[in-house]
């Protein structure tokens, strides 16, 4: 059954109701003090790329593409389902577990185009709710939706997830620590996904597989 796009934007609105309150709200007014991690050498000497904004900004690129992109509803419930978790699995974090992240001062670039994603997240992001990353627990759900499209796709898009997973360190926005949780998260979730899928869609094939 192909998903029609009314279906998809009620679900996308629901998505930012949830972001609204499990990310938005505790990013603002934290239930409890944020705390700092500790920094690790690795941490330290990752060097500060203003240009890996645009590698770190284009999540909501690949975020929205990927919504386009699934045509089947079954695919793309797929998808919602995984997208809800990250959202409710990081947002626990963020309302219980707050962290925040020593953010540099930024440099001037000299260039409007450089700076212009780095600006961009100086004024709607705040340093907080950091580990675990949603960063990279959103993308890496994002792209392992599509192995249900196209695998080959799926692939393209796990590269450019692990560049925007890099590029959370090189522009300052997470420590180290922040990567492995929203790995982990994504990981959970993916996995609980493809049991709950292959239950769903092959549980009654009588394979025995």
């Known amino acids: 059954m192909i998903c029609t796009w009314k279906y998809k934007l ?8 949830a972001h609204g309150f499990f990310y938005v709200y505790p990013n603002l007014h934290p239930w409890f003090e ?14 500060f790329l203003p240009w890996t904004f645009w590698v770190y900004t284009s999540d909501y690129v690949l975020i929205l593409s990927v919504v386009v992109l699934l045509r089947e509803k079954a695919h793309f419930d ?4 995984m997208a809800f978790g990250v959202i409710i699995g990081c947002g626990l974090f963020f309302l219980f577990y707050p962290t925040v992240y020593p953010r540099p001062s930024y440099p001037e670039t000299g260039s409007s185009l450089l700076g212009a994603p780095m600006r961009f997240i100086q004024v709607v992001d705040t340093p907080g709710n950091c580990f675990p990353s949603m960063h990279v627990a959103l993308t ?3 792209a392992w939706a599509l192995r249900l ?3 080959r796709l799926a692939w393209i898009y796990g590269l450019w997830t692990l560049a925007i997973s890099l590029s959370t360190l ?11 949780g929203g790995g982990a998260i994504m990981w959970v979730i993916a996995v609980g996904e493809r049991l709950y899928w292959e239950k769903q869609n092959y549980g009654n094939s009588g394979s025995g597989c």
Do not use: M
Request: proline share 7%; charged share 20%.
């Open 10 to 17: 009620i679900l996308v609105a629901l998505y930012a109701v």
């Open 34 to 47: 944020p705390r700092q991690l500790p920094l690790l050498s690795l941490d330290r000497s990752i060097p």
């Open 78 to 81: 797929a998808f919602a389902r």
């Open 140 to 142: 890496g759900v994002s």
């Open 149 to 151: 499209r196209r695998r």
């Open 170 to 180: 090189t522009t300052k926005q997470h420590y180290l620590w922040d990567i492995a």
